[in-house]
């Protein structure tokens, strides 16, 4: 064995410190006030159906990092903000004021799983939330809230972790409420770790040639890929960041709240009723995040009038198929109650 391969074999197996400083980086430097403002309005599209269907909790927000640090295209980690478990339920059933109880009800209810979670993480072992499907913005914060609150009553907030996508810091919450009112990914914070990832979308792959038009060179590919591979190091940092019980100094596990599919699914009505629910695939990357870890698969649907939440049985992931055949699970649980043939509920690109 050459030296070459002794050294990369030893990078590697130190979490792949060799393999990151060899990513070609953006230059966060190169983007100028108009650059980052087109980059904060595609993101923006992205978010208007959410808003749309928000029934006036979410509103535009403009571009403003003095206002808000979250639209900072160099953060891609919020550490958790200042709060308190009677706070943060509070907003959270304001902002959602028949979700969230609902959430509540089922967390207490299912107390075989929650416990086994709890268990886990005292004992220093990481388990991960996967969620299925996604369909509203606020439906993992709420659910995150619902669960983490559950956990270790000192450091519940240093273990709840989330993915957000970076669009979610050009939202509003709670305009019509002046003394509430926030950039979403803020408000987030309080309920954890908040780590934003920057969405591949039609509108976000326009703004190269926007820019270009003006004379503005930027690679916003470059520029994703770089938030994401940031995104992910940091998610690692988090996990491995030593956490300990006040009580015996007992390390104490992570949660990552996960929305597996990436992207809200495809629903398709007749007459008024759901038809037919297409699930994206489970999102590249899901694996590196959770690999060795236990996970706590859920199914989570947010229609008010109709909730559902499933807690599958807690298991260690080390293989897409393990993944898939949970993604499997949520699909054809979700199927089963919403009464619909499970041909109905399908799993595609």
Known sequence: MTLHVVLFAFYASRGGILLATMRKSFDYESLTYESRAMIHDALSETTMKHIDASNGLFSPLGFDISKHPSQKLETVHLEPAPTTAEEVEFLASAAAPKLYPFIV????????????????????????????????MDDLPELAVGIGTKMDEDHWQDQNGEIISRGVSTIGIFADKPELA????????????????????????????????????????????????????????????????????????????????????????????????????????????????????????????????????????????????????????????????????????
């Open 105 to 136: 009800d089922e967390v207490n209810q299912s107390s075989t799983p929650i416990s086994a979670m709890r268990d886990y993480l005292q004992a220093g072992e990481s388990v991960h939330i996967l969620v299925s499907p996604h369909t509203k």
């Open 182 to 349: 926030m950039a979403a990914s803020e408000i987030i914070q309080k309920a954890g770790h908040v780590f934003m990832s920057f969405p591949r979308t039609e509108s976000i792959g326009r703004v190269s040639q926007s820019l270009a038009d003006k004379g503005i060179d930027i690679d916003v590919g470059q520029l994703i890929s770089t938030n994401n591979n940031r995104m992910k190091d940091e998610i690692n940092q988090w996990k491995g960041r030593r956490l300990f019980h006040k009580i015996g100094r007992q390390a104490l596990g992570k949660s990552l709240m996960i929305a597996v599919e990436g992207a809200t699914p495809k629903i398709e009505y007749s007459y008024g009723k759901i038809d037919s629910i297409k699930l994206n695939v489970v999102a590249r990357g899901t694996l590196d995040l959770v690999k060795g870890d236990y996970v706590l698969p859920v199914v989570l649907w947010s229609d008010t009038e109709n909730p559902i939440l499933r807690f599958g049985p807690i298991q260690r992931i080390t293989t897409m198929e393990a993944l898939e055949n949970i993604h499997h699970w949520q699909a054809t649980t979700l199927a089963r109650d919403l009464g619909l043939a499970s041909s109905k509920v399908h799993i595609g690109s």
